[in-house]
């Protein structure tokens, strides 16, 4: 989505196989999602395990680590330090408000959460304050992104899950209910699902796609906040993750027929 201007990306990944995979997804997708952009160039897109060089000269650092609290805690103080001074620092988290890991940033006032969607043409996303982020820097975000493409909306006060995920998480919930409770299945569900909606997948697909263990962490949040939320979703997920299917990455998930590994 911030390729589409001409412009550099730099990717930060510890893990080589992760950087390649990346850097393939871009190259397969940047030109669809170039196309959309009124007089778009796609720019370049490149990987490094050195997080400094990663950071440097960059005016907006997007943090998409695992949702774990202490690993985004420290490294939002890496990129605080390392990240040029002017530069914004988001979150794409969903599941945790930016000020929960403030603990080791010395200049909060730049940062918030930016939350994206999958895949990149989906091209909504989610703007909201850390609490102490400068009006300045929102306002920014919220004039800047439209110009890559990207449609910004903000969260008007603290809310996990923020707007639309709010709503897709309600949906999901409800689906990972029915099949618990046996009334349905995955396949069921997301076959119902393209036929009402006109969608080419379903809940269990992109579930999928997200990755299960990841989805299971998100639900184990918002099950902290409303301990009257089922459990029957969170006991499928997990059964499914002990049984080593945690979606596309793993070859299996709900469904069975992703390429091994």
Same mark, same amino acid.
């Given at each position: ?41 796609? =720019? ?14 960059? *005016? ?16 939002? =103080? ?36 930016? /939350?994206? @969607? ?29 110009? @890559?493409?990207? /449609? ?15 709503? *897709? ?17 995955? /396949? ?51 059964? @499914? ?16 027929? @992703?390429?091994?590994?």
């Amino acid at each position: 989505m911030l390729a589409t201007r001409g412009g550099e990306v730099r990717v930060y990944d510890p893990a080589g196989p992760q950087r390649e995979a990346t850097v393939d997804y871009v190259r397969q997708n940047l030109d669809a999602v170039t196309a959309r952009i009124p007089d778009g160039t796609p =720019g370049t897109v490149s990987a490094t395990d050195d997080l400094a060089a990663a950071v440097a000269d960059a *005016w907006l650092v997007v943090e998409a680590v695992p949702e774990r609290l202490d690993l985004k805690t420290r490294v939002f =103080g890496q990129l605080d330090e390392l990240a040029p001074a002017d530069a914004v620092l988001a979150s794409n988290s969903s599941s945790y408000a930016s000020r929960l890991f403030l603990d080791r940033v010395e200049h909060p006032e730049r940062v918030l959460n930016v /939350h994206f @969607y999958m895949p990149p043409t989906q091209n909504a996303v989610d703007v909201m304050s850390s609490g102490k982020t400068d009006r300045d820097v929102l306002d920014f975000m919220m004039a800047t992104l439209p110009e @890559y493409g990207v /449609h910004p909306f903000e969260a008007r006060k603290e809310s996990t899950g923020f707007i639309f995920n709010r709503v *897709w998480a309600a949906i999901k919930r409800e689906c990972l209910e029915l099949v618990a409770e046996g009334v349905s299945t995955p /396949h069921d569900v997301d076959g119902m699902f393209q036929v009402n909606t006109g969608m080419k997948g379903g809940p269990f697909r992109m579930m999928d796609q997200v990755g299960l263990d990841v989805v299971l962490d998100i639900e184990e949040h918002y099950a902290a906040e409303h301990p009257e939320y089922p459990e029957g979703p969170r006991v499928l997920l997990r059964d @499914y993750i002990d049984r080593g299917r945690l979606g596309v990455k793993s070859g299996a998930g709900f469904y069975d027929d @992703y390429p091994t590994p």
